[in-house]
């Protein structure tokens, strides 16, 4: 049996949950009862900090943004970092995994805190068909569930 690789790429998906999500936080910071200048200093530490979020996880630039998985025979994940070649890891019992989104959380060895990667179903493909792309995420979600 073919030990399948799953390349991940920007997904639009997380970029608009993103976006909204940054923006309900705007909007709440906004609404607070608070001094003009202490609400403006929120509003630019905030922003800072939803830029900072979209360059590291939505556009997967961060030095252990997970760009690849390849699912190995005995059961262990090669997680591909932007940094590091692959590096042998375990996928954790508490990984989250739904028809639209997945959140895997692999344990690497000889790290304390886990790898955790957000996976929307269009950031498994680049330039195809969606059809292709679901058949992909769903090849995915088998090898997590059952593999």
């Not at 190995?72 to 994940?77: C, I, L, R, Y």
Request: some cysteine.
């Amino acid at each position: 049996m073919l030990n399948p690789v799953f390349q991940l790429h920007l997904s639009k998906q997380y970029l608009i949950f993103l976006g909204i999500i940054s923006m309900l936080s705007l909007l709440i910071v906004v609404t607070l009862p608070l001094q003009l200048s202490l609400k403006c200093v929120s509003v630019i530490l905030l922003s800072l900090y939803i830029l900072f979020i979209f360059w590291r996880d939505g556009f997967l630039k961060s030095k252990q943004a997970i760009i690849s998985l390849h699912k190995q025979t005995d059961g262990s994940w090669l997680v591909q970092t932007r940094t590091a070649c692959y590096q042998q890891t375990q996928l954790r019992g508490d990984s989250t995994v739904t028809r639209w989104v997945s959140v895997l959380r692999f344990q690497v060895v000889g790290r304390r805190f886990p790898l955790s990667c957000i996976i929307f179903r269009d950031s498994l493909t680049a330039n195809q068909e969606a059809s292709v792309s679901s058949n992909v995420y769903r090849q995915l979600l088998l090898n997590v569930k059952f593999g």
